[in-house]
C-alpha cells in the first residue's frame, strides 16, 4: 500500500478479523458498517484489501455465488456494497487521496493482460501501474486506486478460472448479478430523466456524512468530476470482460491457447451489451438523426452534455472492438459440452439495439447502427455457422438457437439493408484503415484488418457458401423433427414424451406463481426479457421452435422447403442449382 504518509497499526483490524469471522451474514454486515462508519479514514485504509478479498472469494460465504439471499441478507449486503453504502463511502472518500494506492495482484487480470504486465507492454490504463523492483524488474503487482481496486477484486473473482464452478448462474436470480446491475445503473446511468442527478446527489451526500461538514461534497456536484468514476469503471470493466484474448493476426486454429469466457462471464457480458445499449445508443442515435457529430453543439444546449459526449466514445473506445474479438473467438472455442444458448443471446442483444430503452423498432432508425456494426450482423454470422452445423437439434437449447437466430434475422427489413450495405461496399473498404463511413461518423466500427484470424478479406453473407451452409442446418432440423415425431401417438409424441410434458407443464405452472408473486425478482433487473437458457423443453414446443427456424432461414436464404427430406437423417443435402444461382447473383 502506498499512501501520503505512513498508515499506524490500529485496533481496526482486529476488530475487521473478529467481524470476516461471523458465520452469519446479517452479523457480519452489521458488525462491518459499524467498524466502516466508526474508525477514522486512516485506520479503515489498511483494512479495505482485507473486506474486499474477504467479499470476493470462493471460500467465502458472502453469498456471491449462491442463488439470491434472504431478504433480511439482502438488505445487509445492500447496505454494505451497494453504490451509495459505508464500503462506497470510504472507497470515494480515499479517491480524494490522489497519492493512495493499493496493490493488486497481477494474477486476478485476464491471462493475456497478465501476460502483457509481466513484460511492460500494457495498454494506457495499466502504464501508470505498474511497479518495479529495486533491480528494475516488474513487481508481480500493480499499484490502484480505491475505486479500481474494488471492481477490478470484483470482476477477477467472477473470470478466474480457479473461482469457476460447473453450475453456473442459471437464472439472473443471483446476488452477483444482481449487484452487477446495480453498479451499471449507478455509474452508467441514463443522460436523460433524473439517473445523473441521483447519482451525482447521492455521492456529494455521501461526502457530506462523511467529513460533516461538506467542504469537500463540491467535488462530485458536477458532471465532469462524476465522469472519472463513469469513465474508470467502463475502462475496468472492459479490461476485464471483453480482453480476455490479444487481437491477433495469426489464424485462430493456430492459437497455442484461448481463454474461453466461462458462462458467468458471458452473462454480466451479455447484461453489459444490453445496459449500453439502454444508455449510450440513445446518444448515438439522437446524434445520428440531428446530424451532430463528435464534439458538436448540442453540448451547450444540454444539461447532461458531459456525461453523453463521453457516451458517444463508449463503443469504439472501449467497447466495440474487443467485445467483437471477444464474440468471435467465442464461437470457435466455445465448449460442446456447454449450451451455446448464452453465447448466441449475447451476440444478438449486441445486433438489436431496438430491443432497450423503449426505441423505435423500424429500421430506417437504427441503419447508421447496422452501417457502423455490419461485421457483428455478417462475419459473426459466419462464425457461427460452424457452431450451427455441429448442433444436434433434438435438444430444446440447440432448437432455441436456430429459432432465436433465424427470427432476428427475419426482422422485417434487416435482409434488405444488410444486402445492400454489402452491395454498396466493395470488400476494399473493409480493409481501409478508416472506420466504416456511417450516416454521421458518430463512433468507428471494427474495422476487418484489425479482426481476429487470417480472415482480412470481407466475406458475404449471402454468398453461395453461405447458403449451402443454410441449407445443411435446415435439413438438421427437418431431420430433429422427423426424430421428436418418430415416437407415434396422438399429438406426435411417444408416451413416455407425454409424461415428460406434463411434468414439464406443472413445473411451468409452479414457475409462473413464483414470478406472479415477485418472490425471486430483483428491482433492479428487467428478468421478464430474460431468455430460459437452462430450463427443459417438451417435444411438442421444440418441434414449434424448429418448424419456425425452418421457415425464417429458408425466407432468409431463399431456400425451397420442399427440397428437404425428413424421412432419411443421413441423406446428403443438395441446394438446387436455381437457389445457388440466386445467392450467386445477390452476391455479386
Request: one cysteine or more.
Amino acid at each position: 500500500m502506498v499512501g501520503g504518509g505512513a498508515v499506524a497499526l490500529s485496533p481496526c483490524r482486529d476488530q475487521v478479523q473478529k467481524c470476516l469471522s461471523y458465520r452469519s451474514l446479517q452479523d457480519r454486515c452489521s458488525s462491518l458498517r459499524m467498524i466502516l462508519e466508526t474508525y477514522p479514514i486512516s485506520d479503515l485504509a489498511e483494512v479495505l484489501p482485507t473486506v474486499v478479498s474477504s467479499v470476493f472469494n470462493a471460500s467465502s460465504d458472502w453469498k456471491m455465488r449462491s442463488t439470491r439471499p434472504s431478504r433480511g441478507e439482502e438488505t445487509c449486503l445492500v447496505d454494505v456494497l451497494c453504490p451509495t453504502g459505508c464500503m462506497f463511502r470510504l472507497i470515494y472518500q480515499l479517491e480524494e487521496w490522489h497519492s493512495f494506492r493499493l496493490s493488486f495482484p497481477a494474477i486476478l487480470l485476464p491471462r493475456d493482460t497478465e501476460n502483457r504486465v509481466k513484460s511492460a507492454n500494457v495498454d494506457a490504463f495499466y502504464a501508470n501501474k505498474l511497479q518495479f523492483t529495486a533491480g528494475g524488474e516488474i513487481h508481480k503487482d500493480l499499484l490502484v486506486s480505491a475505486f479500481e481496486y474494488y471492481f477490478l477484486s470484483l470482476l477477477g473473482y467472477v473470470i478466474h478460472p480457479s473461482n469457476q464452478k460447473n453450475d453456473y448462474w442459471a437464472d439472473a436470480n443471483h446476488w452477483t448479478v444482481d449487484l452487477f446491475q446495480r453498479y451499471l445503473n449507478f455509474f452508467m446511468p441514463p443522460t436523460s430523466g433524473s439517473g445523473v442527478e441521483y447519482s451525482v446527489l447521492n455521492l456529494s451526500n455521501i461526502l457530506r456524512k462523511a467529513d460533516g461538514s461538506g467542504g469537500s461534497a463540491h467535488l462530485l456536484t458536477s458532471q465532469a468530476n462524476y465522469l472519472h468514476y463513469v469513465k474508470t469503471f467502463c475502462i475496468v470493466i472492459t479490461e476485464m470482460l471483453l480482453k480476455l484474448n490479444p487481437i491477433s493476426s495469426l489464424p485462430i486454429g493456430v492459437h497455442s491457447s484461448i481463454e474461453v469466457p466461462s458462462q458467468d462471464h458471458m452473462r454480466l457480458i451479455r447484461m453489459l451489451i444490453k445496459h449500453i445499449h439502454e444508455v449510450v445508443t440513445p446518444c448515438l442515435h439522437h446524434s445520428q438523426s440531428h446530424n451532430l457529430s463528435f464534439g458538436g453543439g448540442a453540448s451547450q444546449h444540454n444539461e447532461n452534455s458531459v456525461l453523453e459526449d463521453f457516451y458517444r466514445t463508449v463503443m469504439s473506445d472501449f467497447f466495440s472492438k474487443p467485445l467483437y474479438n471477444t464474440l468471435s473467438l467465442a464461437f470457435h472455442s466455445w465448449p460442446t459440452s456447454w449450451s451455446s444458448r448464452l453465447l448466441v443471446e449475447t451476440w444478438l442483444s449486441f445486433i438489436q439495439p431496438w430491443r432497450q430503452g423503449g426505441m423505435s423498432e423500424s429500421l430506417n432508425h437504427w441503419a447508421f447502427f447496422i452501417e457502423d456494426n455490419l461485421c457483428f450482423y455478417t462475419q459473426l454470422f459466419h462464425d457461427a455457422l460452424p457452431h450451427l452445423l455441429r448442433m444436434d437439434f433434438t435438444l430444446g437449447s440447440n432448437a432455441q438457437v436456430a429459432f432465436r437466430i433465424g427470427k432476428v434475422f427475419s426482422t422485417a427489413g434487416l435482409k434488405d439493408l444488410l444486402e445492400n450495405l454489402e452491395a454498396s461496399q466493395p470488400a476494399k473498404r473493409f480493409m481501409r484503415s478508416e472506420s466504416f463511413p456511417g450516416a454521421a461518423n458518430i463512433y468507428s466500427s471494427v474495422r476487418l484488418g484489425e479482426l481476429p484470424g487470417s480472415e482480412k478479406e470481407y466475406r458475404p453473407m449471402f454468398s453461395v457458401e453461405v447458403t449451402n451452409a443454410a441449407g445443411r442446418i435446415v435439413q438438421s432440423c427437418f431431420d430433429a423433427v422427423h426424430k421428436l415425431r418418430s415416437g407415434g401417438g396422438g399429438g406426435g409424441c411417444s408416451p413416455t414424451a407425454k409424461a415428460q410434458e406434463s411434468l414439464w407443464e406443472s413445473v411451468v405452472s409452479l414457475s409462473k406463481s413464483m414470478v406472479d408473486s415477485n418472490v425471486y425478482l430483483s428491482p433492479t433487473t428487467n428478468h421478464a426479457s430474460e431468455p430460459a437458457f437452462t430450463r427443459s423443453a417438451n417435444p411438442r414446443e421444440v418441434i414449434q421452435w424448429l418448424e419456425s427456424a425452418i421457415s425464417n432461414w429458408c425466407t432468409l436464404f431463399s431456400l425451397d422447403k420442399d427440397q428437404f427430406s425428413a424421412l432419411d437423417s443421413s441423406s446428403q443435402l443438395n441446394v438446387s442449382p436455381a437457389t445457388l444461382g440466386a445467392a450467386a447473383a445477390a452476391a455479386a
